[in-house]
């Protein structure tokens, strides 16, 4: 294979969860594979301790040196399109005569070998892909699975199967940023969602929705379509595909649910095989409808009933989705990594159904200026739905700031009973000093760094 042929592997944006996913991946055969991120963020230290050399800073004579050991036929640069245009060792690597892909661009030959099955959507996407690969392993079907987050089952956003097994499937997520999915040609493709998002690539929803429909038509020509319902209803498909839905009548859908010590348990209607009294081992109802995906894929490849209730009870999520931190008698902590409207909403909404006599508290870390900007009166109506909003700056991530957008401009639109903006170090004060029953911390940026904090704090509660 092309993309193993290579013998010295630097990546620029090492710590993203993608591409830290095929960092592993070419370090499991045997290359050498370095690369540069912003921050020492804990996935770059984990990658560190698997032998992943990763630098911080912007050094083009230490570039230069490590590029020198290899051929440039043997070199190649993998990059995230987050990488700024003025990044030094991206300007510099353009003027040399190395080979330079984007992760999708990777992702897309690597997956060429396999069977794929894609997940894709607005939202969704990172747990279904983390469901399915436990689905499938739990069958003892040989796969891959890149991941788009730290799976709790198995502790890493990689898992490998048999390279030369010609009937070894591929799971991955498909990624709409920057319409890194459409180098994908899977043999099963999903749909969550379509909801606009990443309009400062896209213009425009219209774009966005444009953008999925070419995904699903790169379906390979027996391959199998499955869509949520609502993206049936907004998408002008041609081909054939099976709908599944929360709980509409539809093939696919879960019937009577109900929450029992938290709990979501519920019976799932399929036109392969029903399910009943399945007990997922991830609350929320937005996951409920995840597991439905997940299941019609499973059937697909003839995964029996008695396996996936077995999965689905055992499946213990993944790291920053609905990921209880702290959860006893005193209070409850619970970390997600919501970052766009409809995912709050949905986290939120969930967190109240389970603790419909507590009062919530969510923290929530803007993502973007131009995505807070895009959904601001999306984002209030969701934050409005918490007891007390506290929110954090805007993490800039790939942008420069905008004039007027300020996570001070959005919380006047939130009509929660408290609300205020405050740093992190004010933030651990302030959880230490008023005891809350319901904790959440919200967003995509970097408020995980004050997830353990937070933890300890609560923890502490009398």
């Known amino acids: 294979?092309?993309?193993?042929?290579?013998?010295l592997y630097y990546f620029l944006g090492i710590g993203g969860i993608g591409m830290s996913a095929l960092a592993r991946y070419f370090k499991h055969y045997g290359k050498n594979v370095l690369g540069y991120d912003k921050t020492a963020s804990p996935l770059c230290k984990q990658l560190e301790a698997e032998s992943i050399t990763c630098y911080y800073d912007e050094n083009v004579d230490r570039l230069k040196s490590i590029l020198k050991a290899c051929a440039p036929e043997e070199v190649l640069i993998v990059y995230t399109p987050a990488i700024p245009k003025e990044?030094?060792?991206w300007i510099y690597l353009n003027t040399q005569n190395y080979?330079?892909?984007k992760r999708s661009q990777v992702l897309g030959a690597i997956t060429k070998q396999f069977k794929t099955i894609a997940i894709a959507g607005t939202h969704g996407k990172t747990t279904t892909t983390t469901l399915v690969t436990h689905l499938l392993k739990s069958a003892g079907i040989n796969c891959f699975s890149f991941m788009g987050g730290?799976?709790?089952?198995?502790?890493?956003?990689l898992l490998l199967g048999n390279i030369d097994d010609e009937n070894t499937y591929v799971v991955v997520e498909a990624d709409e940023y920057d319409r890194s999915f459409l180098t994908l040609e899977p043999q099963i493709a999903l749909v969550t969602s379509v909801d606009a998002d990443h309009l400062d690539i896209y213009g425009n929803a219209n774009e966005v929705k444009e953008s999925y429909f070419l995904f699903t038509e790169k379906l390979k020509e027996n391959g199998t379509l499955i869509v949520k319902k609502n993206v049936d209803n907004e998408l002008s498909l041609t081909r054939k595909?099976?709908?599944?839905?929360?709980?509409l009548d539809t093939e696919y859908c879960a019937q009577s649910i109900t929450i029992e010590n938290t709990q979501f348990i519920y019976d799932i209607k399929s036109p392969v095989e029903c399910i009943s009294r399945v007990n997922l081992g991830l609350p929320g109802m937005h996951n409920v409808e995840n597991s439905i995906a997940a299941v019609a894929i499973a059937q697909q490849l003839g995964i029996k009933g008695d396996v996936i209730k077995e999965a689905l009870r055992s499946f213990s999520g993944?790291?920053?989705?609905?990921?209880?931190?702290?959860?006893?008698?005193?209070a409850i902590y619970i970390d997600d990594y919501a970052h766009h409207p409809e995912e709050l909403k949905a986290f939120i909404s969930s967190v109240k159904?389970?603790?419909p006599d507590k009062k919530i508290t969510g923290i929530f870390q803007p993502h973007l200026f131009s995505r807070t900007r895009d959904f601001a009166d999306d984002f209030a109506d969701s934050l409005s739905l918490l007891d007390e909003c506290i929110l954090l700056e805007i993490y800039p991530a790939r942008e420069k700031a905008i004039e007027g957008i300020t996570s001070s401009w959005l919380l006047k639109k939130v009509n929660s009973g408290i609300k205020k903006l405050m740093g992190k170090q004010d933030l651990i004060h302030d959880i230490a000093e008023n005891k809350r029953e319901v904790v959440l911390t919200m967003g995509a940026g970097d408020i995980d760094s004050i997830v353990e904090s937070i933890e300890q704090v609560v923890l502490k509660y009398k």
Do not use: A, P, Q, W
Not at 1 to 7: E, F, G
């Open 99 to 101: 080979s330079i892909l």
């Open 1 to 7: 294979m092309k993309i193993l042929n290579y013998k």
């Open 150 to 157: 730290i799976s709790k089952n198995y502790n890493t956003n």
């Open 87 to 89: 990044h030094l060792e």
């Open 318 to 330: 993944v790291k920053r989705r609905f990921e209880y931190r702290v959860k006893n008698e005193k």
């Open 241 to 247: 595909r099976l709908i599944y839905s929360l709980n």
């Open 353 to 355: 159904k389970i603790f």
